[in-house]
């Protein structure tokens, strides 16, 4: 055997070779995102107006989750300090959690639907539907009967954002075929629709009151946390969570374009409708119970892809981690970075991710979908 032929031999990848990186990797920064969020958690709920010992937190939630079998808080110095953990501060940090657990998700899929990287989850002008629904409620005082009329605003808010994402995609399947392109030309149309609206409806009702009202649920809020408003908004989101998390082939395919997947055999029109409406549910969801909170679905797909790639099967989950630890500490920096006040977390969230996302655009190796 010559030698030319046993170098060609040495230079021939072995299977699996540049694999088993990768996934090293991808678990470190899994197991690394675990932690931060547990450890953050813990911070959360210790940082605030009053300022309560770490070691205390701990034990005080611990004792609470496990029903008392451990975490011993007798030795507490202060027994307000259980009541404004459990009772105040851990509500919403499990509401933050949530909210950027199910944002985050939604911009990806979103993201990979329309193949675009700039698609957020009110790209359907989800957001401006519900910012009318919210504005129609306040302004003009209607409510509505039964379990709705419960809810309020909510109620108004996820209408008004489920109304809007079914006229987006009706308009966008006119014709037939729903492409990424007509469904980026609707949103566009529907969210001026409707900004339109809200700000016609705000006009004419000479309601000072309602008017700031207004003007802070679109800026967005996590002070309506409560124990009675996790279980809806949690269940709805773990369920799109566990639906997606088996959806990494099909939101793969979809960044190959139309002509890959039909020679895979994959329906793009069908699965890129299913996804929109689901995530459509979603979002509605999450703005009808804190408003409108931009960037998170947009950034955090984008600096989550940058550290682990375009592959779904590991951006997901990733991403579903780095959305709540992003939105854990943004709460904490609306909650503190004004002092005997708070800011609406949608500022802080504008204000964190508009420089970032200013970054990775000017960065020049980041690419979408591979590319």
């Keep these: ?48 107006q009053v300022s309560i010992p ?3 937190s701990f034990q005080i939630l611990v004792n609470h989750i496990t029903d008392g079998k451990f975490g011993s808080i007798g030795q507490i110095s202060d027994g307000m300090y259980t009541d404004i953990i459990w009772q105040i501060r851990f509500p919403r940090v499990l509401l933050a959690m ?129 124990w009675s408003t996790l279980p809806l908004i949690s269940a709805v989101v773990i369920a799109a969570i566990i639906f997606f998390l088996f959806q990494s082939r099909v939101m793969n395919t979809m960044l190959m374009g139309e002509e890959t997947a039909i020679t895979l055999g994959v329906n793009l029109n069908f699965y890129r409708r299913l996804y929109m409406i689901l995530s459509s549910v979603v979002t509605g969801v999450l703005v009808s119970t804190c408003g409108i909170i931009g960037f998170v679905g947009l950034i955090v797909p984008h600096i989550v892809r940058s550290a682990v790639g375009s592959d779904h099967k590991r951006l997901i989950p990733t991403s579903i981690l780095f959305g709540s630890l992003f939105m854990i500490w943004t709460d904490i920096f609306a909650r503190t970075i004004v002092p005997n006040g708070e800011l609406p977390v949608g500022i802080v969230t504008s204000l964190l991710g508009a420089p970032v996302f200013m970054y990775m655009l000017i960065k020049k190796s980041y690419g979408f979908g591979g590319r």
């Design 98 to 226: 949530v909210m950027g657990a199910g944002l985050a998700l939604c911009g990806t899929v979103m993201q990979a639907s329309v193949q675009n990287p700039l698609a957020d989850p009110y790209i359907l002008g989800i957001s401006s539907g519900a910012a009318l629904g919210a504005t129609f409620s306040i302004m003009l005082g209607f409510s509505v009967g039964g379990l709705l009329g419960e809810l309020g605003i909510a109620s108004w808010a996820f209408i008004g954002a489920l109304g809007a994402a079914a006229l987006v995609l009706g308009l966008a399947s006119i014709g037939g075929k729903t492409s990424s392109v007509k469904l980026v030309l609707a949103g566009t149309v529907i969210n001026a629709l409707c900004n339109a609206f809200s700000n016609f409806i705000i006009y004419f009702a000479k309601n000072s009151d309602g008017i700031r009202s207004v003007s802070f649920w679109t800026m967005g809020s996590l002070a309506s946390a409560e």
């Design 1 to 48: 055997m010559s030698p030319s032929h046993n170098s060609k031999q040495k230079q021939i990848p072995q299977k699996g070779q540049g694999i088993a990186p990768k996934r090293s990797v991808f678990s470190i920064i899994f197991i690394l995102l675990i932690s931060a969020v547990v450890i953050s958690v813990i911070l959360s709920v210790s940082i605030g």
């Design 54 to 56: 770490f070691h205390q």
